[in-house]
């Protein structure tokens, strides 16, 4: 079962129309694997080729896990689920100097449930190179400031509208917790500057896994201006 649809491309998309590269599904008795992205991003060599080479690590890994847990059942003369792994890439947006994606994974290694997970990448196309969303800030702490703390509020009030009103007294779940732990997606409303941000929170991550993940929007606001770095705040804009 595919993960669903992460915000990226639901809440933070401009004009633009993303198209899977196709790629026929693997599928032995031992695992189920499968690997897209779209046609903006193989259309730049260098990121092709990072996409292609963490689409052949992670088969390989699928290939080797599957293997040994069919291996280990039989010895055990257990039953053995195939495993699956997929991993689908979209585009958030693109502007004149970046071209923001968005990913999706979903893995089924036999447990009592699979596991969803997302992430992002910016790809600079003056500079030619992959960068993660938050390194276009001035650093994680102002990050942090800017965007974490009023994302963070938000979090605390959906939490207690999803748990409850004990939701406030759970000293497992509910901490506001550090970018480096949260998906950050770069998104634009105009295709021109980028003016939204999207955070995600995988399961686990503030809430148990019954609570899905927690994701939510943010416009750019001076203050999250001024948290760019000064070689990037060209290309963003207020909203």
């Not at 503030?206 to 927690?214: A, D, L, R």
Request: aromatic share 10%; charged share 20%.
């Amino acid at each position: 079962m595919r993960a669903g649809s992460m915000i990226g491309v639901a809440m933070l998309a401009a004009a633009v129309a993303p198209s899977a590269i196709a790629q026929k599904p693997a599928a032995t008795a031992d695992y189920e694997f499968d690997y897209s992205y779209p046609v903006q991003a193989a259309r730049i060599a260098p990121l092709k080729a990072w996409l292609e080479a963490d689409k052949a690590k992670r088969r390989a890994w699928v290939v080797r896990a599957s293997a040994e847990a069919r291996r280990e059942a039989k010895a055990a003369r257990a039953p053995f689920r195939a495993y699956e792994l997929q991993q689908s890439w979209d585009v958030v947006t693109e502007t004149p100097r970046f071209l923001s994606l968005s990913s999706a994974s979903y893995s089924d290694t036999g447990g009592a449930h699979g596991n969803g997970s997302s992430g992002g990448l910016i790809w600079d196309k003056r500079a030619g190179r992959r960068m993660n969303a938050v390194s276009l800030f001035v650093s994680p702490a102002a990050f942090q400031s800017a965007v974490m703390t009023p994302w963070c509020r938000w979090m605390r009030a959906e939490r207690t509208r999803r748990v409850g009103a004990d939701a406030g007294n759970d000293t497992t779940f509910g901490q506001c917790p550090p970018a480096k732990d949260v998906t950050v997606l770069l998104g634009s409303s105009n295709g021109r500057a980028l003016n939204r941000i999207g955070v995600i929170a995988d399961q686990y991550v503030v809430g148990s896994y019954v609570e899905g993940p927690y994701e939510h929007t943010l416009p750019v606001t001076q203050a999250v201006l001024r948290a760019v770095k000064p070689e990037y705040r060209a290309a963003f804009a207020v909203r």
